[in-house]
């Protein structure tokens, strides 16, 4: 979602208004500026606390919020503030569970083979974005963004499913339920289990 906005988000703002290249790109650059100050507010407040889904599905839901207000192609001003809305989500919604799964991910060889393929399926969206934001589909794109709402609909259910799952994991452990799974490992047995560990608590 993140890659499609960037690379048509010049697209986007050239269709509300009579500007010219310069005038778009510079218009592109107040949007950006708000998405990575709350991202990094966002980013601080995750840290500080260790928790990454409620961060990565509040994103998810301010981008719906920012493409609603751009499908529904009421006005140059109401698309122009979903745009606004778009990039504050974005970046947290993208963000967070790149360091949600890294963190989640203790064993070295795992951690960046699942990293890499987090990144690669990411960067896949540069592939649908042309037929999605195509220009007979200008200036509505209409497309492009029910696709973005049911895609990022069904991200918030599967980051809602995610921590939940987290959480009663953690919960299973914090009362020993899978301790029975350390008996006769030695330390170095356990260690290699990883996120299987009973020992090892998600971030959730």
């Known amino acids: 979602m993140f890659y499609s906005f960037s690379v048509f988000l010049p697209t986007i703002i050239r269709e509300l208004g009579p500007w010219n290249t310069a005038e778009v790109q510079l218009l592109t650059v107040p949007v950006h500026i708000l998405g990575a100050a709350v ?10 606390t260790q928790i990454r889904g409620p961060f990565a599905g509040a994103g ?18 109401l698309s122009f503030a979903g745009c606004f809305f778009v990039g504050m989500g974005a970046w947290s919604a993208n963000g967070t569970p790149l360091a949600w799964l890294a963190t989640d991910s203790p064993r070295y060889g795992k951690r960046a083979f699942v990293s890499g393929l987090q990144l690669s399926m990411g960067n896949l969206a ?17 497309p492009g963004y029910s696709t973005f709402i049911g895609m990022l609909g069904f991200g918030m259910c599967m980051v809602a499913s995610l921590h ?10 914090d009362q ?11 330390q170095e047995e356990v260690a290699e289990m990883g996120e299987d560990s009973p020992r090892f608590r998600y971030t959730i």
């Not at 991202?39 to 500080?48: H, N, P, W």
């Not at 499908?71 to 140059?76: E, L, M, T």
């Not at 020993?176 to 030695?186: A, F, P, Q, V």
Request: hydrophobic content about 40%; glycine content about 8%.
């Open 164 to 173: 939940l799952w987290y959480r009663f994991t953690n919960k299973r452990r």
């Open 126 to 142: 540069g592939v649908a974005s042309p037929f999605l934001f195509a220009s007979s589909t200008a200036p509505a794109f209409t």
């Open 176 to 186: 020993g339920k899978e301790d029975r799974r350390l008996e006769g490992k030695t």
């Open 39 to 48: 991202y990094v507010v966002a980013s601080r407040i995750s840290d500080m």
């Open 60 to 77: 998810q839901f301010i981008s719906t919020i920012g493409y609603c207000m751009l499908v529904a192609d009421a006005g140059s001003d």
